[in-house]
RNA sequence: GGCCAGGUGGCAGAGUGGUCAUGCAGCGGCCUGCAAAGCCGCGUACGCCGGUUCGAUUCCGACCUUGGCCUCCA
């Protein structure tokens, strides 16, 4: 099955065909580590995730990076507040960031590339650029001069000149001309540095892309993704670093670009302030309900978060694990099955809600028919999405730990007896004592059943 | 101001030139001691105005409106 995916560089959905088959590389930008992360920087990663997963699928070798960004400005304003190396701070936050990507289930990527580990690479890729005429040394700092790539602005559809006129920042004085920006500066004493021909200095923010992709993937790879708010600059400055330091090489072959989350409507970000961090969201939520609500509209749309949108993810993965309870006794076949219906979709440009809609069908058919075959589907089904990883059992617990099981039995053994007296006050009063524990309880034909209520 | 993407039923959210999205919630019924779950059924959704068409939510144009980028940002 053909996969077909937007490219933000052609504005065109396109059958995807990578450079060399036996080898996909694949570039996602990854987070500065200076705090903890919003569900909003999540959204690149986990809808990303079940790409990587898809081509995994297609090709027998997928190389995927995605970087840590443990040098940059906000870091060193952080590190200086605390009265810490920068080093404490990257590494506290870039393990954090692990950890709440491994709690929404994201698979880690085969390299993560650190950008204080290729200030080698990253100093003679600028000397390559200055050398090639694309970049120029003021006053400590060098700059991509933007005037020397003709295809600058491709990405993005901007035209420099009117880039230039729009222009809301104040232009350094040391600029040829407006659009050119940064790809070394120099650093105080106070700040991190590294020595290079121009100054004890820095990377610039978007250099260090570019070298650790030609680094770990090669000169020109097959996909590069990200949130569309790094569309421009961002994307359009690799592009021409890139693009010039490789003479004129294709940088990335697909540009893939994540729309964003909103919160009451707005953009979800730092300086709005109406962020929620992922850190906090799995101590409240379950973590396959934010998963799925990752995954509930398309990558390229822009997609709400609210609480009600949480709940409605936690309803519905309940009635798919309440099949997959009830069919606890049947057997698997294995390996499990890639619904094709599923895989259709998704090779469509990653439709993960058309996805969704076939998973509900699979376990409709799963819970209708009983069989080994459809559970089999219904767990391959959730497995090309990253959900329904888990036994039922620990789904309904909700990952409470301090539940006293045995209280829970001892009552529910009461309410048995009371039951078997037909004495259906005390069992309905029984009944009330669970609801106020905060345990909802099931009767059905193989005995009663208990799970947590969702808060 | 420039560039870009949207406006679909109570909510979320796909999709399509002409019977069906799907999920959540709601309502009626069956079942149940009662709940819950399950099963059956229900609701005349496509911003507005024109145009093309036998027929448009889907194509074209105008308008209204929301949001993103142009500065750090997933």
Not at 311 to 330: I, P
Not at 380 to 392: C, D, E, V, Y
Request: hydrophobic share 40%.
């Amino acid at each position: 099955m053909p996969i077909s995916l937007y490219n933000s560089l052609t504005r065109r959905t396109e059958p995807f065909v990578p450079a060399d088959p036996a080898r996909v590389t694949m570039y996602l930008c990854g987070p500065t580590v200076y705090n903890y992360v919003h569900i909003g920087n999540a959204r690149g990663p986990v809808v990303f995730d079940v790409l990587v997963r898809l081509l995994h699928r297609h090709y027998p070798q997928v190389v995927y990076a995605r970087n840590i960004t443990d040098v940059d400005d906000k870091i060193n304003t952080a590190a200086q507040q605390q009265g810490v190396p920068i080093g404490t701070i990257t590494e506290r936050f870039a393990r954090a960031y692990r950890e709440d990507m491994a709690g929404l289930g994201v698979t880690p990527p085969d390299i993560e590339p650190h950008a204080t580990a290729h200030i080698g690479p990253i100093i003679a890729m600028i000397e390559n650029l200055l050398q090639s005429g694309h970049a120029y040394v003021a006053e400590g700092h060098v700059l991509f001069d933007v005037g020397s790539f003709p295809a600058y602005g491709e990405l993005s559809g901007r035209d420099p000149d009117e880039l230039i006129a729009g222009s809301r920042v104040e232009v350094a004085p040391y600029k040829r001309s407006p659009g050119d920006f940064v790809l070394w500066k120099p650093s105080t004493p106070e700040l991190p540095g590294w020595d290079s021909p121009w100054s004890h200095g820095r990377p610039g923010w978007h250099i260090e892309c570019s070298a650790m992709s030609a680094a770990h993937l090669g000169e020109t790879i097959d996909i590069h993704a990200g949130g569309i708010d790094l569309l421009f600059p961002h994307h359009e400055n690799e592009i021409a670093q890139s693009t010039c330091a490789h003479g004129g090489k294709v940088f990335a072959r697909w540009w893939m670009h994540n729309g964003m989350l909103t919160f009451d409507g707005r953009k979800m970000s730092k300086s709005l302030g109406n962020v929620l961090l992922v850190h906090e969201l799995l101590k409240q939520h379950p973590a396959e309900a934010l998963r799925l609500r990752l995954l509930s509209g398309h990558y390229r749309q822009p997609l709400d978060w609210s609480d009600g949108a949480i709940a409605q993810a936690t309803s519905t993965l309940d009635g798919w694990y309440r099949v997959l309870r009830d069919m606890a006794d049947v057997e698997l076949t294995t390996p499990l099955p890639i619904p094709e219906r599923m895989e259709a979709a998704l090779c469509d440009d990653l439709n993960t809600p058309q996805a969704l809609a076939e998973l509900s069908v699979l376990a409709d058919a799963a819970r209708q028919s009983g069989s080994a075959e459809a559970k089999a589907a219904l767990l391959g089904g959730g497995a090309l999405l990253g959900l329904l990883q888990q036994a039922p059992e620990a789904w309904f617990r909700r990952g409470e730990s301090a539940i006293d099981e045995a209280h829970i039995e001892d009552l529910l053994q009461q309410r048995r007896a009371a039951r078997a007296a037909r004495d259906f006050a005390r069992a309905d009063a029984i009944r009330d004592e669970l609801t106020a524990l905060g345990i909802a309880i099931e009767d059905s034909a193989q005995g009663t059943r208990w799970s947590v209520l969702s808060s």
